[in-house]
């Protein structure tokens, strides 16, 4: 989606993508990941949600990357830190003990900016975007990370009934995206508790990739 519909949702305060609490799945499923204590996680697209709270209270490092800058503020605000911020490139950098958010584009974040990340949180970036940048982020995705392990967050339903985002990404295209860099195993696919923009018909599936090489 473009940079000023996502601007928008902010300034308006159309947060209904925004969860009041920490991801139920990210609680249910994160020990899949098998991570040491420490170990620095990364989250696409993050905006401010409290699942940076859960990881960092946790003892985890936390990176994301996030395009609007007001949801970044708005992020450390209620963590109740004080970022120092710098430029790096096209990108402004907001970074506190031992969480770090990037703020821009995260076709701009390169693998020399982001580092070392030991597993990626795919919470809501997937399916926030269309189908065209799904494709050129699946790519993107695995070189900036190099491969990191992953726990991914897709929704499924009929797309003709309810406008993305957040998108329908279905196994097929969850699999045609990674299953060349990954072995994917299927960790949970139910219904959604909460109806999403209305429509309760919407599967919720969560993923564990790993890396093949």
């Known amino acids: 989606m473009e940079k000023e519909y996502w601007i928008s949702k902010w300034q308006n305060k159309e947060l209904g ?3 009041p609490s920490v991801n139920p799945l990210l609680e249910s499923h994160f020990s899949k990941l098998a991570l040491e204590e420490g170990a620095r996680i990364f989250i696409p697209l ?3 949600t409290l699942d940076v709270g859960w990881l960092l209270s946790l003892g985890y490092q936390v990176v994301g990357i996030e395009m609007v800058e007001s949801a970044v503020i ?3 605000e209620e963590l109740q830190v004080t970022p120092n911020i710098k430029t790096i490139g096209k990108l402004k950098c ?5 969480l770090e958010i990037y703020v821009g584009d ?5 693998l020399d900016i982001l580092g070392d990340v030991d597993a990626v949180y795919d919470r809501a970036a997937l399916v926030a975007l269309p189908e065209g940048l799904r494709k050129k982020y699946a ?10 392990k992953q726990l991914l967050i897709s929704f499924v339903y009929d797309q003709n009934k309810m406008a993305g985002p957040p998108f329908s990404v279905d196994d097929n295209e969850v699999n045609n995206h990674y299953r060349v860099a990954y072995s994917l195993t299927l960790l949970a696919d139910d219904k959604v508790k909460e109806a999403v923009k209305g429509n309760k018909d ?4 969560v993923w564990l990739l790993i890396s093949n090489n």
């Open 17 to 19: 993508f925004h969860q």
């Open 202 to 205: 919407v599967l919720e599936k």
């Open 46 to 48: 993050c905006g401010k």
């Open 139 to 148: 790519v993107h995705l695995p070189l900036i990370t190099k491969h990191a």
């Open 106 to 110: 995260i076709f701009d974040l390169t």
């Open 74 to 76: 708005q992020l450390f």
């Open 94 to 98: 907001y970074r506190a003990g031992e």
